[in-house]
C-alpha cells in the first residue's frame, strides 16, 4: 500500500455491542437530587474514576474548557458550605466539587490537539483547523474581534451564507463554556450513581465568594458545586415527578 493511500485510510471504532440498556436506565431514574448524606467516605479510586469519565463528556472541537476543583481543604471546605449558603447537602456531603467553565486556555487547548493527536502527526487540515478555531470564541481587548465578527457575520449572511455558533462578546463565550461544562457535570453525578453514591447539583450559591475561595479569574466561571457522598435515609425530600413530555419535545 502507497503512503498515500496509508494516509488516506479511515478510521473506524465498531460500537459496543453489550451494553445493558436496563442498568443504564436505573442509574439515570435513580441519580437524584440528595439534600442529606452520611458521613460515608468516598473511595479515593471511586472519585477519581467518576471525575475521568466526566472528562470524557462531548465538547465542542475538543477544547475540554472545564476544571474540577475537588475542595478537601477543610479551611476551603468550611469556606465553600459557606458561599453554598450553608445547605444541608453541602455541609453534609463527603466531597464538594466546583465546575468552573474556562474561556481563559482556548490557544493552550487547540495546541494540545495538535501535540497530543491520537495519529503519529497530526493532518494539515487538522493543523489549520486548531490554528483559527479559538478565534471562534475570543472577542479581543475591548471586544473589538467580537464586534467584527458580528459585523462580518452579518454581512456574510445576507448572502445566504451559513455560519456556526460563534462569540461575539464575553458572555458568549461564557456561556458556550458554560454548556460544554454542563455536560461533563451530568456524566459525574451518573457516574457517582452508578458506582452506589449520590450527588446534588448545586447552582445556588455565592459566586464572587467561590471565585475568591478558588482564586478564579475573570475568565473562569463556577457552573455548579455538586455535593457528593452516599445518600441518608432521608436524604431526598420529595418523589421525583415531570411535567407531560408534550411540552418539551416536538416533532417538526
Known amino acids: 500500500m502507497s503512503q498515500n493511500n496509508a494516509?488516506?485510510?479511515?478510521?473506524?471504532?465498531?460500537?459496543?455491542?453489550?451494553?445493558?440498556?436496563?442498568?443504564?436506565?436505573?442509574?439515570?431514574?435513580?441519580?437524584?437530587?440528595?439534600?442529606?448524606?452520611?458521613?460515608?467516605?468516598?473511595?479515593?479510586?471511586?472519585?477519581?474514576?467518576?471525575?475521568?469519565?466526566?472528562?470524557?463528556?462531548?465538547?465542542?472541537?475538543?477544547?475540554?474548557?472545564?476544571?474540577f476543583y475537588v475542595v478537601q481543604s477543610a479551611a476551603k471546605k468550611k469556606q465553600l458550605v459557606k458561599a453554598c449558603l450553608n445547605q444541608l447537602a453541602a455541609k453534609t456531603a463527603s466531597e464538594l466539587i466546583v465546575c468552573v467553565a474556562r474561556t481563559d486556555r482556548l490557544d493552550e487547548m487547540a495546541k494540545m490537539n495538535i501535540t497530543e493527536f491520537p495519529f503519529p502527526e497530526a493532518p494539515a487540515t487538522v493543523q489549520k483547523y486548531y490554528r483559527f478555531i479559538p478565534y471562534n470564541y475570543k472577542t479581543g481587548y475591548f471586544n473589538a474581534l467580537g464586534n467584527f465578527k458580528k459585523v462580518a457575520f452579518k454581512v456574510a449572511r445576507q448572502f445566504d451564507k451559513q455560519l456556526p455558533v460563534t462569540a461575539f462578546n464575553p458572555a458568549d463565550?461564557?456561556?458556550?463554556?458554560?454548556?460544554?461544562?454542563?455536560?461533563?457535570?451530568?456524566?459525574?453525578?451518573?457516574?457517582?450513581?452508578?458506582?452506589?453514591f449520590d450527588s446534588c447539583m448545586m447552582e445556588g450559591f455565592d459566586e464572587p465568594l467561590v471565585k475568591k475561595i478558588l482564586n478564579l479569574n475573570n475568565q473562569q466561571y463556577p457552573v455548579m458545586v455538586i455535593a457528593a457522598g452516599e445518600r441518608?435515609?432521608?436524604?431526598?425530600?420529595?418523589?421525583?415527578y415531570r411535567f407531560d413530555r408534550n411540552l418539551f419535545i416536538q416533532k417538526v
Do not use: H, M
Not at 468516598?42 to 471525575?51: F, K, R, T
Not at 441518608?232 to 421525583?240: I, K, R
Open 232 to 240: 441518608a435515609e432521608d436524604g431526598v425530600f420529595f418523589p421525583q
Open 173 to 196: 463565550a461564557k456561556l458556550w463554556a458554560s454548556k460544554t461544562t454542563a455536560l461533563a457535570c451530568e456524566n459525574l453525578v451518573l457516574a457517582l450513581r452508578a458506582y452506589g
Open 7 to 67: 494516509e488516506k485510510k479511515r478510521y473506524y471504532e465498531p460500537a459496543p455491542q453489550d451494553i445493558d440498556v436496563e442498568n443504564f436506565k436505573k442509574v439515570v431514574t435513580s441519580r437524584r437530587s440528595v439534600r442529606k448524606f452520611t458521613d460515608k467516605a468516598i473511595p479515593a479510586e471511586v472519585l477519581d474514576d467518576c471525575l475521568d469519565l466526566a472528562l470524557l463528556a462531548p465538547n465542542s472541537s475538543n477544547l475540554q474548557p472545564w476544571t
